[in-house]
T-cell receptor
């Protein structure tokens, strides 16, 4: 069956460290993948898109990798700050829309 | 640029009652989506519109849920009759073209008691 898994429901890290979030998928073949940030009581906000022919994408302190062989995407936040605390969702393109993972709740501790 | 507008923000109804949610997408965005997000889960697609036509409603429980997008702009999602398991946040999103990144509204939190 088709499945999207994001590592650990919650992740706590110390301020200044690099946070690494994982998105693994089964029985999907996405041409591209997106990462979103969701704060409590708000809708998800788009962060980054990476295509299957791109190994890595960067935006400021964010970095995304996409390994179609491992069926995995990694999302990194370097020099993390308490303001980065939120839930992060990966989304795989599926037809003309996207299927979302369950999310990882990141807490950056001061 | 104005974002995706949704109303109401919160709604509490009794089971078997009906409820409607409204969404106004970003101007010029042809594609509109309704997602259901149950607490602790990722958003799940209910229906996708391209202009005023339905592209995908395969996961919409059509015995109780309906949606329309008249004139290809605003959209309304209705539940009738509501069940306890419909308690969730209903998110509207729009994109310029299918497969583009989404802009989400803040959602409507529905509680069915």
């Amino acid at each position: 069956s088709q499945k999207i898994e994001q590592n650990s429901e919650a992740l706590n890290i110390q301020e200044g460290k690099t946070a690494t979030l994982t998105c693994n998928y089964t029985n999907y073949s996405p041409a591209y993948l997106q990462w979103y940030r969701q704060d409590p009581g708000r809708g998800p906000v788009f962060l980054l898109l990476i295509r299957e022919n791109e190994k890595e994408k960067r935006k400021e302190r964010l970095k995304v990798t996409f390994d179609t062989t491992l069926k995995q995407s990694l999302f990194h936040i370097t020099a993390s700050q308490p303001a980065d605390s939120a839930t992060y969702l990966c989304a795989l393109n599926y037809g003309q829309n996207f299927v979302f993972g369950p999310g990882t709740r990141l807490s950056v501790l001061p | 640029e104005a974002g995706v507008a949704q109303s109401p923000r919160y709604k509490i109804i009794e089971k078997r009652q009906s409820v409607a949610f409204w969404c106004n997408p970003i101007s010029g965005h042809a594609t509109l989506y309704w997602y259901q997000q149950i607490l602790g889960q990722g958003p799940k697609l209910l229906i996708q519109f391209q202009n005023n036509g339905v592209v995908d409603d395969s996961q919409l429980p059509k015995d109780r849920f309906s949606a329309e997008r008249l004139k290809g702009v605003d959209s309304t999602l209705k539940i009738q009759p509501a069940k306890l398991e419909d308690s969730a946040v209903y998110l509207c999103a729009s994109s310029l073209i299918p497969g583009d990144s989404y802009t989400f509204g803040s959602g409507t939190r529905l509680t069915v008691v």
